[in-house]
């Protein structure tokens, strides 16, 4: 795809430290699709004013703006390719400062002796990012954010057709922020007390990719205090965290009754450290090489017993202790659900079962921790 426009505005002329500019890319360009039959949506865009250079870029369902510091000689806009200007600067060497200059209805990128020469867009055919009216907004702290996101995002659907799983549905239930996500086979939920702010009426989808390139944002280090504000609209959800600002739309559905999903009958349980189920699972299941992982979950008085088997590799078993004073019961469960559940708990989990056809509960024990739901599988 070639970009090039000979309409395009002048005057931008600053200089940005790579190691800064470099960061604000990645991000910044991770929204953007590797195919895109309109060309500007494959472009960022770059404002120098006020000391400040906002790179910006959409995909028309998310946008991402980030704020970097720069020295500004002229005020100016430029658009031009995201994956090439991140793939120049990620080969320019060390700490060095990155210059940009229109030149000739080109952008001029130089740093030391190298010098780059980029066909650049029309500004205006970028299209304008915009929030919209906000219902509600409220802060909440990064690493509480993140948290939440993280213990329930693997549960989202990937299938198309089933549009109002494909993201983390985010509410508020019984004074808590929670967030909750399925898709049909497991569910995984996580909550914290309610932000100031936020309405106790609020529930959108956000959507999956949000989910992850938010993540990206919030999960990159800084201070653990540092808050992510939060604005809730109509058809858009909106995150400011540090210089970063992202608008996305929330999906156009339904979330489905959760909670009825959830079993209110105990039955048996298990406590047990999340961490070494982890590992013996992870190893149990390294035999089998199906796109579903199946493992059986065999427990007896004081015992349980992992085991799976191929039939082109063999199989394995590993039993461990455990505190069990009931009858024999064995459930089928996918392995990878079991190791993406067991991988957001930290110390102990409780395993929650009535036979090997009903729905396995597990839930961290720590304070404020998650809760999961897998389906058993026929073995």
């Known amino acids: 795809m070639v970009l090039m426009d000979t309409k395009v505005g002048g005057g931008l002329e600053c200089s940005i430290s790579r190691e800064d500019l470099l960061q604000s890319l990645a991000y910044v360009s991770s929204v953007i699709e590797r195919r895109n039959s309109i060309a500007v949506l494959s472009c960022v865009r770059l404002e120098?004013?006020?000391?400040?250079?906002?790179?910006?870029?959409?995909?028309?369902?998310?946008?991402?703006?980030?704020?970097?510091?720069?020295?500004?000689?002229?005020?100016?806009?430029?658009?031009?390719?995201?994956?090439?200007?991140?793939?120049?600067?990620?080969?320019?060497?060390?700490?060095?400062?990155?210059?940009?200059?229109?030149?000739?209805?080109?952008?001029?990128?130089?740093c030391g002796n190298a010098k780059f020469f980029l066909h650049v867009v029309a500004p205006?055919?970028?299209?304008?990012?915009?929030?919209?009216?906000?219902?509600?907004?409220?802060?909440?702290?990064?690493?509480?954010?993140?948290?939440?996101?993280?213990?329930?995002?693997?549960?989202?659907?990937?299938?198309?057709?089933?549009?109002?799983?494909r993201g983390v549905y985010m509410h508020v239930a019984e004074d808590m922020l929670c967030c909750v996500a399925t898709d049909g086979h497991r569910l995984s939920l996580a909550k914290i007390n309610r932000p100031d702010g936020l309405q106790p009426n609020v529930g959108v989808i956000v959507p999956r990719k949000t989910v992850n390139?938010?993540?990206?944002?919030?999960?990159?280090?800084?201070?653990?205090?540092?808050?992510?504000?939060?604005?809730?609209?109509?058809?858009?959800?909106c995150f400011r965290y540090r210089g970063y600002f992202m608008v996305s739309k929330v999906v156009d559905g339904v979330f489905p009754d959760y909670l009825s999903i959830i079993?209110?009958?105990?039955?048996?349980?298990?406590?047990?450290?999340?961490?070494?189920?982890?590992?013996?699972?992870?190893?149990?299941?390294?035999?089998?090489?199906?796109?579903?992982?199946?493992?059986?979950?065999?427990?007896?008085?004081?015992?349980?017993?992992?085991?799976?088997?191929s039939s082109d590799q063999g199989d394995a078993r590993e039993e461990l202790e455990v505190d069990y004073k009931g009858g024999e019961v064995t459930i089928g469960l996918n392995a990878r659900y079991l190791i993406e559940v067991l991988g957001c708990m930290k110390g102990a989990c409780e395993i929650v079962f009535q036979d090997g056809n009903a729905a396995v509960l597990i839930q961290d024990k720590e304070p404020g921790g998650s809760l999961h739901i897998i389906m058993p599988m026929r073995i």
């Open 48 to 110: 120098a004013k006020d000391g400040v250079v906002e790179l910006s870029s959409t995909d028309l369902d998310i946008s991402i703006e980030a704020r970097v510091n720069a020295g500004v000689v002229s005020d100016g806009v430029a658009v031009a390719s995201a994956q090439l200007l991140y793939d120049i600067v990620r080969k320019l060497s060390g700490d060095c400062s990155v210059s940009f200059k229109m030149s000739n209805g080109r952008l001029l990128v130089e």
């Open 124 to 165: 205006e055919k970028f299209p304008a990012i915009e929030g919209g009216e906000v219902d509600c907004g409220f802060d909440v702290q990064a690493p509480h954010l993140a948290e939440l996101l993280n213990k329930t995002k693997f549960s989202m659907s990937v299938e198309e057709s089933r549009y109002n799983l």
């Open 213 to 237: 390139e938010l993540l990206k944002i919030i999960s990159g280090g800084g201070d653990a205090s540092q808050v992510v504000s939060v604005s809730i609209s109509q058809r858009k959800i």
């Open 263 to 309: 079993p209110q009958e105990r039955g048996a349980s298990v406590s047990m450290d999340a961490c070494s189920l982890l590992s013996a699972v992870d190893r149990v299941s390294v035999v089998v090489f199906d796109k579903v992982k199946a493992i059986k979950l065999s427990f007896t008085r004081g015992k349980l017993t992992l085991s799976s088997a």
